[in-house]
């Protein structure tokens, strides 16, 4: 009898997640099918995928010869992102993507009883209480392969809820942690981009530069786990080898330690609940790191930090709508239209005019989200 391949989407397959995802599937090639890859506009990247995994599906922006034509001799189809999602064959659906796009997509393959990972942040802070919900409502896995939200569900991994008495999240500080505050108008959107400890999308290592990604963080934790805004801190540590920790009633604290990489929590999610022996991922070894360290957040350096989680306990579109913004102003830093001491500022003065809608539809959920992002538009 043959052994049953778990079918695997992936959406935002070229970006850094969706690379090491497919790494962790070449690695455990005899227990996984790639079913369908959904890309922006990395051609060349998309095409090496499809040579490599031979997918069912694809679905990518614009045109390329060389895709169309090892599709054809392949028997792969074309098709949208939406269809790469909810394809019947996909048993688990890999959201890599960042901003608004799998929104939909997503909540469609948790309707349809697919599994889902997920990397992307804005969904769940632009959804959070609905995804949780709907995942709950159909019995699917909504599983964080994020390394800090995956840091905390292993620590929670036989616990009861009730037994929790703090999560605390980590971070690295980002690009400029140690840039001196006097300096930080001169920073580079190149700078930001060259990240201490991880190799990441553009768009993440700027929001791990501002701390947004970190605030964002605070608000999966709180969807994701059921848990108080109060009841979650974060503090700077800079070597990110503990991914994050959590305080129980008794006083105990659990933390989840690895070097930084992301393919071990991608590989925790697409084999759980089993932990699976992989020899290409590094292991820890404590007697290489003489110092591990931590600092408090330094609110003067990270602004975004206060703000964006004061519109997030607003609640209502509220958290659509800096989403939004928080896009415009990254991509505003980076294309040279503003310095990056100025996001805080255009992201705060973009929204604060935004009209709030208590329990929003998910069209209002994009609405408010494209709002947020067309307001910073209009600042500039």
Not at 118 to 131: D, H, V
Not at 305 to 319: E, I, N, Q
């Amino acid at each position: 009898m043959e052994s049953y391949l778990k079918g695997i989407s992936i959406l935002g397959s070229t970006g850094s997640v969706g690379t090491q995802t497919l790494d962790v599937i070449r690695t455990h090639s005899k227990n996984f099918q790639v079913i369908g890859l959904s890309a922006n506009n990395n051609h060349p990247e998309l095409f090496k995928q499809i040579k490599n995994h031979n997918p069912k599906y694809i679905s990518y922006s614009g045109t390329s010869n060389n895709i169309e034509n090892i599709c054809s001799l392949n028997g792969v189809e074309r098709t949208d992102l939406f269809n790469v999602a909810t394809s019947s064959e996909t048993d688990l659906l890999v959201v890599a993507t960042t901003g608004a796009v799998a929104l939909k997509p997503t909540f469609e393959a948790i309707s349809l009883g697919k599994d889902i990972a997920l990397a992307n942040k804005e969904i769940i802070i632009m959804a959070g209480e609905k995804l949780v919900s709907h995942a709950q409502t159909n019995n699917i896995n909504l599983m964080p392969i994020d390394s800090e939200p995956s840091a905390i569900w292993q620590c929670l991994t036989g616990e009861s809820p009730s037994a929790i008495g703090k999560i605390i999240i980590t971070a690295s500080g980002g690009a400029f942690r140690n840039v001196p505050l006097q300096n930080l108008h001169k920073v580079s959107p190149q700078e930001s981009l060259k990240h201490p400890t991880w190799k990441m999308g553009a768009k993440i290592t700027v929001d791990s530069a501002t701390m947004m990604n970190k605030a964002f963080e605070v608000m999966e934790a709180k969807w994701l786990f059921n848990i108080d805004w109060d009841s979650i801190d974060v503090i700077i540590h800079p070597e990110s080898l503990i991914h994050s920790f959590v305080e129980f009633a008794d006083g105990s604290t659990k933390a989840q330690i690895s070097p930084p990489n992301m393919k071990l929590p991608i590989q925790y999610a697409l084999f759980h609940p089993k932990r699976i022996a992989n020899d290409e991922l590094e292991r820890f070894e404590p007697s290489k790191f003489k110092n591990i360290t931590f600092e408090e957040v330094d609110k003067n350096r990270y602004p975004c930090f206060d703000m964006a989680l004061s519109y997030a306990k607003k609640g209502g579109t509220w958290p659509s709508a800096l989403c939004g913004a928080d896009e415009g102003a990254v991509d505003a830093f980076l294309s040279g239209k503003i310095k990056f001491v100025e996001i805080s500022e255009i992201i705060e003065n973009s929204i604060k005019s935004h009209t709030s809608i208590e329990f929003p539809s998910i069209e209002e959920v994009l609405e408010s989200y494209e709002w947020g992002r067309k307001q910073v538009e209009n600042t500039l």
